[in-house]
């Protein structure tokens, strides 16, 4: 059963445009979500975190939002660049540690 | 810093082999883990240490052995591959453990095939 899910698998954007990824949990237990990007025949990267403290943190293009009570977090990505076409997993935390539980992940295409 | 450094970057293995990935860091990181990437399944957590000495399971440890014998190095064995584990592996670092959130640092990742 997996606990965190990205129901899109991919997404294809024009350049300029916004792009949103979606992210759902199950676990109320999770209290720390990130987001990491991943380019092929590459380890991910961390791209952006949100603590349940708080509903929104934003880093420069990148802006996390997170509904606690719908348990759901997005990632905006404005103005979406050709380079930001790569795949996105979020990742939740539980308290007791750094254990991550990673989405399936969503393949973002950005269109010149 | 070079960093998470993981070897090799490809294997093909026959069923029953075994094998060790090797994964080191040179951050004086304390945590490290080990995960798979399958399609669809996102990654999936094997293995992690919280540092040397210390190992626990993840999500899916079976066919898997790990040891931190110092605190830059963290292998990954397999006893006898089975074609369930072609997958790719990756190792990730962290600066501490348990009871604070850091950034996860991750290698390159090896793609493993068991014929």
């Known amino acids: 059963d997996q606990q965190v899910k990205q129901n899109s698998p991919s997404l294809s954007v024009q350049e300029g445009r916004i792009s949103i990824l979606n992210c759902d949990y199950t676990?109320?237990?999770?209290?720390?979500f990130l987001w990491y990007k991943k380019y092929p025949a590459e380890g991910p990267t961390f791209l952006i975190s949100i603590s349940s403290i708080k509903d929104k943190n934003e880093d420069g293009r990148f802006t996390v939002f997170l509904n606690k009570s719908a348990k759901h977090l997005s990632l905006h990505i404005v103005p979406s660049q050709p380079g930001d076409s790569a795949v996105y997993f979020c990742?939740?935390?539980?308290?007791?540690?750094?254990?991550?539980?990673f989405g399936g992940g969503t393949r973002v295409l950005v269109k010149p | 810093n070079a960093g998470v450094t993981q070897t090799p970057k490809f294997q093909v293995l026959k069923t029953g082999q075994s094998m060790t990935l090797q994964c080191a860091q040179d951050?004086?990181?304390?945590?490290m883990s080990w995960y798979r990437q399958d399609p669809g399944m996102g990654l999936r957590l094997i293995h992690y240490?919280?540092?040397?000495?210390?190992?626990d399971q993840g999500e899916v440890p079976n066919g898997y052995n790990v040891s931190r014998s110092t605190t830059e190095d963290f292998p990954l064995r397999l006893l006898s591959a089975a074609p369930s584990q072609t997958s790719v592996y990756f190792c990730?670092?962290?600066?501490?453990?348990?009871?604070?959130?850091?950034?996860?640092?991750f290698g390159p990742g090896t793609r493993l095939t068991v014929l």
């Open positions: 240490s919280v540092g040397a000495g210390i190992t």
């Open positions: 951050m004086n990181h304390e945590y």
């Open positions: 990730a670092s962290s600066l501490t453990g348990p009871s604070s959130y850091n950034e996860q640092f």
């Open positions: 676990n109320s237990m999770f209290d720390y």
């Open positions: 990742a939740a935390s539980k308290a007791a540690g750094n254990k991550l539980t």
